[in-house]
Nanobody, 126 residues
Framework: QVQLVQSGGGSVEAGGSLKLSCVAS????????WGWFRQTPSTSREWIAS????????HYTDSVEGRFAISRDNAANTLFLQMDSLEPGDTGTYYC???????????????????WGQGAQVTVSS
């Protein structure tokens, strides 16, 4: 049974960077939409980034556009989220996710997801 194992969270000062990783426990199939969600002290779990099954056409929510970048390494079965210019409002728990096939990939909601990572805490201090 495939699982998604996350790493790379931590604490940084505002303006700093972090890179999150999400590794499949076994060889994964890349014919899915993949994404990242987060839950903050002021928001429910929300979509922030996704990438199409062919690894192209990344999409982002407005609040992270231009600061975050989603990518993947097929050979390593790994999904990444590079986070730059971090702000205190980015503090929260971040989750990688695999969406069900056949849906949209330009944005996601939690009900689209059939596999979640365990979450990684990100804390940004001012």
């Amino acid at each position: 049974q495939v699982q998604l194992v996350q790493s790379g969270g931590g604490s940084v000062e505002a303006g700093g960077s972090l890179k999150l990783s999400c590794v499949a426990s076994e060889v994964s199939r890349w014919g899915y939409c993949w994404g990242w969600f987060r839950q903050t002290p002021s928001t429910s779990r929300e979509w922030i980034a996704s990438i199409f099954p062919d690894g192209t056409r990344p999409h982002y929510t407005d609040s992270v556009e231009g600061r975050f970048a989603i990518s993947r390494d097929n050979a390593a079965n790994t999904l990444f989220l590079q986070m730059d210019s971090l702000e205190p409002g980015d503090t929260g728990t971040y989750y990688c996710a695999r969406a069900r096939r056949g849906g949209v990939c330009d944005s996601l909601v939690p009900s689209d997801i059939n596999l979640w990572g365990q979450g990684a805490q990100v804390t940004v201090s001012s």
